[in-house]
């Protein structure tokens, strides 16, 4: 897969809503909610032009017996894919332009994790351009290598989650 970082673009909340749209019609019986999440839901941050996506559903087991449908709008499923109690889906194979992380809707960990990330980076200038420089140095140095690229912010980014997480946990009060 070739690693490539592009500057923010607006656009990229016009293909969220497009995506959550088929989403929410071919899972309308078992989902909850849906968010975007990843740096293409970040204002400013530069990121590999793909759209990260987090249904959250009321029986993570149940949305097996959706594959078939999801694959009918473009989705490969992939099961939890490395991460338990995930159903993972991806559009686009190797040349992926949407991924669809899915959770049961109790699986408050994983959920805030991924939304206290986006919501730190939204409101912390200073490690939104850090981030973004460590992301446009890590796909220069591994432009073919995507577990180069992702191995080289591995650190980056679990320092990034702790920080976000308390960060919104204080900010709940």
């Keep these: 897969m070739n690693v490539v970082v592009t500057k923010y673009d607006e656009n990229w909340v ?17 989902i909850v909610d849906i968010h975007h999440i990843g ?17 959250t559903v009321k029986d993570i087991e149940r949305l097996d017996t959706y594959n078939t449908k999801m694959a009918e709008i473009g989705y490969e499923p992939l099961g939890e894919n490395g991460i338990p109690g995930r159903r993972y889906f991806r559009k686009g194979g190797e040349n992926r332009t949407h991924q669809i992380h899915t959770f049961q809707s109790d699986n408050d960990s994983e959920i805030e994790r991924h939304i206290a990330v ?5 409101s912390h200038k200073k490690d ?26 591995d650190d980056f980014v ?3 989650e702790r920080k976000a997480v308390e960060w919104r946990q204080g900010n709940r009060g």
């Design 118 to 122: 986006r919501d730190y980076l939204r």
């Design 158 to 160: 679990k320092k990034l």
């Design 39 to 55: 740096s293409t839901a970040v204002p400013g941050l530069q990121a590999k032009p793909i759209i990260d996506i987090m249904p």
């Design 14 to 30: 016009k293909l969220f809503d497009e995506e959550a749209a088929k989403i929410r019609e071919v899972l309308s019986d078992e």
């Design 128 to 153: 939104l351009l850090e981030y973004g420089k460590l992301k446009e140095q890590l796909a220069s140095e591994f432009p073919k290598d995507i577990e180069g690229y992702c191995d080289g912010k």
